[in-house]
């Protein structure tokens, strides 16, 4: 059974936190390599949430926008940053 690979991000925490989607892949390399590549955007601009939980700092929040990521147009961080991950479904026919 073919699988595809969906790439999602994390921000909040608790009851005030999102999950997305931000992209699909039949190719499991391509989706390591777009977490890796979004989760280190992210830690290079200080706003990566780590998978337990610790959060990441954010400079000048709330009063300043943070930066728009090149690899996930639809994410908006909130003070606790943002963390990326992919998991597995089977493809429907």
């Given at each position: 059974m073919k699988k595809v690979y969906i790439v999602t991000g994390f921000t909040g925490e608790y009851a005030?936190?999102?999950?997305?989607?931000v992209k699909a892949y039949l190719d499991e390399k391509k989706?390591?390599?777009h977490v890796k590549k979004l989760n280190s955007w992210y830690m290079k601009n200080k706003m990566h949430?780590?998978?337990?939980?610790?959060?990441?700092?954010?400079?000048?929040?709330p009063y300043e926008s943070p930066p728009k990521c090149p690899?996930?147009?639809?994410?908006?961080p909130d003070?606790?940053?943002?963390?990326?991950?992919?998991?597995?479904?089977?493809?429907g026919q």
């Open positions: 005030d936190s999102q999950n997305w989607i989706a390591k390599n949430q780590d998978q337990e939980g610790e959060e990441g700092f954010m400079p000048g929040w690899y996930d147009d639809s994410c908006w003070y606790t940053g943002v963390y990326y991950d992919y998991f597995e479904v089977e493809l």
